[in-house]
DNA sequence: CATGAATGAGCATTCATTCAT
DNA sequence: TATGAATGAATGCTCATTCAT
């Protein structure tokens, strides 16, 4: 009996901390992390300020376990699709779709993950060294491959254009959470792949070299 | 004597003025906006508290105040640079490379304009509907003018182009803010411009067609 | 036990904030409104500052709970003795009397009342249009059943009457609080109430009409 | 020459002090002594803020200085009508006129007599001791005339009559500030003094002794 | 005399966190 | 576990006053 009870409050458990994930998200997304109180976020989440206190250390690690936890799902879901994938070009595709779901069909989630996440430079290069390393490294995997198999071109850098594509990506996702006009994130995908895979020139039967780049003036026929 | 003096008095005015916007950048840079007293900063910039509040509305409005000089600044020199090229494909480049040697040689200024600025839906919604908008337009208008001579593909949407380069390059800047290891962000230029203007893919004889790109699956010869 | 413990925990709630009003005044009639702190109040009341909070809006609204509380209690106490007599003029006196020994046996409480209360139009305004005018009425019915039965002249308004009466007691009072020399502000009673009922004119067999007053002349046989 | 000029100087003096005065008056009357700073003072009296302090020692000394300058103009012009009056009851009603009609044309000057004066034992104490005092010795001294003269009762204590009077009709004063519905303060002139002089009571042929109102019962046919 | 920029002490209020129940 | 009353440190901002010009 007690082992029965005991995995039913750890479910009870979960279900609370959940709770209290979600009323987080709820409120914050609307007043922000400085703007929303501990105390709203407890009534949002039907519990007593307290018992914050016995799921999170304080209000920052409240905001930390949120972003990890969806974080740690976004990038295992991401995996899981991503290995049942050959090509690697369809991989980066389906990267950016993931992406781009994962936050346009959540609106307070995108808000929190856009805005609210990186109020604070502690949180940013927590952020960066950690989960967001996960990401790069992904995609930068992703990219070695296609690079292996000749889809990519190899001189471009793996890692930094790992970093430029979710520069690309995050900008759609905060651009949409600051839009005045409705439209569907997702239908940034394409016009960003487009531009990443097929740049924006129009001549490429002489692609580029980097050193004429570098004279500063492409040779245009 | 009196226009003289008057003269005297605005001119000590905009270096009391410039003196508080240093001390706020300094200061704030390292200890985040909410990390930063009102007092601190009145300190570092050898003023009294109540000084603040003859030049800034409130906390907020020094924040502000100096994202839109530094801001207005970057914009009218980027333009007067940009008007003097002809070739739109090189005035990309130089965007590019001003936005990232600006930031990239103060990196003070540059922590305060990827991190602080957006600690608050507010200010980004305010960054993105005026400063941002500007940023976009002219990337916008350079890109047509790249079109229209043939040097961009007719295709691609310019004012998307315009965020999908703005992220990859602000990307850059807050990952160079949260470095663990020096390096010149300027140099993030090259790589970023090779990626959005030959793009990924190793073959562009038959470039992709949106559609194809829609399949799923890149039709590589 | 919880319903024990929940009028426990009313009592103890009724209790604090009794002390918090009680210190409010001990302190706010010493250094006045503006010259006591919250602080001031709270270490009085032996509580912490952010307790303040939990049982007044704001530092305003104590010095409105103060007085509220306390003219309710003197005006339900008032009505309680006054329905328990007949004669009209004997209610007079004894509300006379109620009025001067409320104030007159706590200087404190006096000092609030007279002073303190007083510095604000709006406190004034509130007071005017709330608790004053239950006094007034109170008054008023009184000068009404005492002309019905003869007592009081039928020409004098009851309204005006009210005022000048709580006006003559209020300044017995406002003198007594700034009192040099020691007296009990109870024995003003009897002179102030033999003003009120017989005037000060020596001769009333033929009262004055209206009229010869508005002469600005008394005929005086 | 430098006297001519000096007692320009002395006028220009005096109309700069003046129109500090008036628009102290004017500013504080909206907004209350601690809702007033002492730059809109300056602002309404189109002087420096600095300037103010060249005439007055303090905020609270300019509002010491308008109480003083108004009320010394209003008890010497009030003695020089009360000296040409023969008849102590005359001179009376006189009083109590002046004292209404002064503070009925001028609501600002009003507002700042009845309310802002009065937010400070301090004030209050000043106000008391000396110009109250004043008030209080003419009408004492009035009242003695007339008690000499057979016009008043000789039982009435001057100097609390005096109060009394001062009293009601300072409480008719502040009532019409507070008003809510418009009407002319100097209208209140009249039942003020019928009470005062003729009593509430009807039936005065066998006049009150102070002892059978002590014995707390009126003796009523 | 006049100015008004500069000063900096002072204070109400908030809110994350604790802990007795 | 859960509660929520109590805590008290922390801070943005005001404004009377000064003084160099």
């Known amino acids: 009996m007690a082992s029965k009870n005991g ?3 750890e479910i009870k458990k979960l279900e609370k901390k959940q ?14 992390y400085h703007g929303t109180t501990v105390s709203q976020i ?3 989440a039907r519990v007593a300020d ?3 206190y016995l799921y999170f250390e304080n209000k920052d690690d409240l905001l930390v376990g949120i972003f990890d936890e969806i974080m740690d799902r976004f990038i295992s879901e991401g995996l899981s ?18 992406h781009l779901k994962a936050l346009g069909s959540d609106e307070d989630l995108a808000c929190i993950f856009q805005i609210e996440l990186r109020h604070n430079i502690h949180h940013m290069k927590r952020f960066s060294q950690s989960k967001l390393r996960q990401y790069f490294n992904i995609v930068e995997r ?9 889809h990519i071109r190899s001189e471009v850098n793996p890692w930094i254009t790992a970093k430029l594509l979710f ?15 409705d439209y569907n994130l997702i239908d940034m995908a394409k016009p ?6 097929n740049g924006l020139c129009t001549n490429h039967e002489e692609p580029q070299s980097e050193a004429s780049i570098e004279e500063g003036r492409q040779t245009l026929p």
Chains 1, 2, 3, 4 share one sequence.
């Open 192 to 197: 960003t792949l487009d531009i990443f895979l």
């Open 50 to 52: 307290g018992t914050l």
């Open 81 to 98: 699709v991503i290995d049942e994938m050959a090509d690697p070009i369809e991989k980066l595709k389906r990267i950016v779709e993931l």
């Open 19 to 32: 709770r209290i994930h979600e009323a987080a998200i709820r409120v914050m997304a609307r007043n922000g």
């Open 7 to 9: 995995s039913i409050r």
């Open 142 to 150: 992703v990219i070695r491959d296609a690079q292996e198999q000749g």
């Open 167 to 181: 520069g690309a990506v995050d900008e759609m996702a905060t651009n949409w959470v600051l839009r005045t006009r």
């Open 42 to 44: 407890a009534k949002a």
